[in-house]
């Protein structure tokens, strides 16, 4: 077996006081400041040191997308970045875009699709819709599978998100 | 992304082990960092390299990031080569006008992986976990590009299928890190295309992949490069094949010859992806959807 000692780490990693570390970055809009340890992934500190519970913790290994985030502007999957990485960067959750025109519309865009079921994949699904809709407002099915395919649903399939995407793109900027 | 340290294969993960993280903000600290620091690893998007470490299928107690060091992202195009800076991810990649100009790897960089993995793996990160199944791999070898290592008091610049020495096993020391890859600025009458079979496309690692290189003049190769991905324990440069075509006219009926010698040089193995036999019989076919798509891209 490969030395690597599970047992020390069942502490909680913050509560290490020899290998803490505070990053500040920028998260939802509010610049805060984070005490955490460099062997913490963003996806724990989000959920575990800010209470930020949009951000799911699925496969833990980048395949799942139900920890995507923003990172500068872009769908990352929080559980595969350390977060002394992010130190500096612009994070944004769900949260953050609340009040946002273009993820109200495809919000709503998804509940009168169907397109949720469980909701656990969903606020992955959102930030990767938003991004591709913000990025490119009119895209064909295609397009839509591509943006979305980093981000996996068990429940209802894929049909009714994809729908609700495309849904969203009409109605924010009708043709 | 090179999905190899997925759990496809069901590994538990781990906690992130408890390593030291430094953010050098230049090249020169980083490569300092790297002699000095005991069982050090460059990170770049990590994507690969995290799971590795939760699998313990590596170790490192220090970590060096190299995304805070502006010297090491760019794509440009100088000396008669396209050159990409080791941080360059797949995204910046795939939307670079350059990199549309070496046609089989912006087909690897913009479907690799996810949105995700594309916003987050690099191209450097990709071909230096050596897996034989490197989406990036066959398209920068049959386009002859080539590595810049550098170390603290030494810089070597070697062909990128020399980087692979066996799966998983590139050929750098600890000190030594990839700055660069540049890949020569293709000829007016080249095209490439690569292809890929995987069980869908997002994520999963490819079955088997060929990427194809030709020069043409007047319907005749001049010069060609055929790589296969998935097939061999390093990504498989053809020479052979490639000697078949050169000279030749590109019918349906030379391509098909030359496509079905490959048979001959390849040695998959049977795994949870693919069988053997499978993989070596979707060679052939692969290649010429490489070819035909390469030529297609001329017209």
């Known amino acids: 077996m490969p030395s690597f000692d599970a047992a020390c780490d069942k502490r ?164 | 992304m090179d999905t190899s340290q997925s759990t496809e294969g069901g590994q538990p993960l781990n906690p992130i082990p408890r390593i030291q993280y430094h953010a050098p903000i230049t090249l020169a600290g980083a490569l300092q960092l790297l002699e000095e620091l005991d069982k050090a690893k460059p990170i770049i998007g990590g994507t690969d390299l995290l799971i590795a470490m939760r699998q313990a299928a590596c170790t490192p107690s220090h970590l060096v990031d190299l995304n805070r060091i502006p010297e090491l992202n760019y794509i440009t195009e100088e000396e008669g080569y396209i050159k990409i800076g080791a941080t360059v991810t797949h995204s910046q990649a795939a939307s670079n006008p350059l990199i549309k100009g070496v046609p089989a790897l912006y087909d690897a960089v913009s479907r690799i992986g996810s949105p995700q993995i594309r916003n987050r793996g690099t191209i450097t990160g990709n071909i230096v976990n050596a897996s034989p199944a490197a989406d990036t791999a066959c398209p920068l070898i049959v386009h002859d590009a080539e590595i810049v290592i550098k170390s603290n008091d030494d810089t070597n610049i070697i062909p990128v299928e020399d980087l692979f020495e066996g799966p998983k096993i590139n050929c750098l020391e600890p000190s030594e890190l990839i700055t660069e890859i540049r890949i020569p600025t293709p000829a007016e009458n080249s095209t490439s295309a690569y292809k890929r079979i995987g069980r869908r496309q997002a994520f999963t690692l490819s079955v088997v992949s060929a990427a194809a290189y030709l020069q043409v003049e007047e319907n005749t190769c001049v010069e060609a490069g055929f790589a296969f991905g998935s097939v061999a324990m390093t990504p498989l440069r053809v020479p052979e094949v490639e000697e078949m075509l050169k000279g030749k006219e590109l019918t349906e009926e030379n391509i098909k010859e030359a496509s079905e010698a490959v048979r001959e040089y390849v040695q998959p193995i049977t795994d949870v992806r693919g069988t053997a036999e499978y993989r070596k019989d979707m060679c052939p076919v692969l290649m010429r959807r490489a070819i035909n798509e390469s030529l297609g891209r001329m017209r």
């Open chain 1, 12 to 175: 909680e990693p913050w509560e290490d006081e020899v290998n803490t570390m505070k990053i500040s970055f920028e998260l939802n809009g509010k610049e805060i400041e984070a005490e955490t340890t460099a062997y913490t992934s963003l996806l724990d500190m989000l959920r575990d040191e800010l209470d930020v519970k949009s951000v799911k913790k699925g496969c833990e290994s980048g395949e799942c997308g139900a920890c995507t985030v923003l990172v500068d502007g872009l769908p990352m999957t929080s559980c595969i970045i350390l977060a002394p990485q992010v130190e500096g960067r612009h994070i944004t959750t769900i949260e953050g875009l609340e009040h946002n025109p273009l993820m109200i519309d495809l919000r709503q865009s998804f509940i009168e699709n169907g397109a949720i079921q469980c909701g656990f994949c969903t606020p992955g699904m959102l930030i990767s819709s938003y991004a591709l809709l913000r990025d490119n407002p009119h895209p064909t099915p295609e397009e839509v599978k591509i943006g979305i395919e980093g981000n996996i649903c068990r429940c209802t399939g894929f049909t009714k998100i994809i729908e609700a995407v495309l849904d969203a793109a009409e109605r924010i900027a009708p043709e």
